[in-house]
């Protein structure tokens, strides 16, 4: 298997938590500690699910993590949705 920081979903998870920084910046400072604060642990919770199953002994446990990162992913995405004011993608 390739590293995990070469396979395109850990790139996707790490832009994701990029964007998401970049993006939350810019909330109301009433966001800071409830909706920023979810969207920014949702995103990170991706790559880093996906970085600690990689090194996990077992596909079994790989696999278990991969679906963290998913859940986290879809949670990022109501997150995201809700401080757009917009419907789910």
């Known amino acids: 298997m390739k590293s995990i920081e070469d396979l395109d979903v850990f790139k996707l998870a790490h832009q994701l938590a ?22 920014r642990r949702a995103a990170t919770s991706v790559g880093m699910n996906l970085m600690e199953g990689a090194m996990r002994l077992g596909t079994k446990e790989y696999r278990q993590f991969v679906g963290i990162a998913r859940g986290s992913r879809r949670g990022s995405v109501l997150s995201t949705a809700l401080g757009e004011g917009s419907k789910l993608h």
């Open 18 to 39: 990029l964007k998401t920084y970049s993006t939350t910046k810019v909330f109301p400072r009433e966001e800071t500690f409830s909706l920023v604060d979810q969207m």
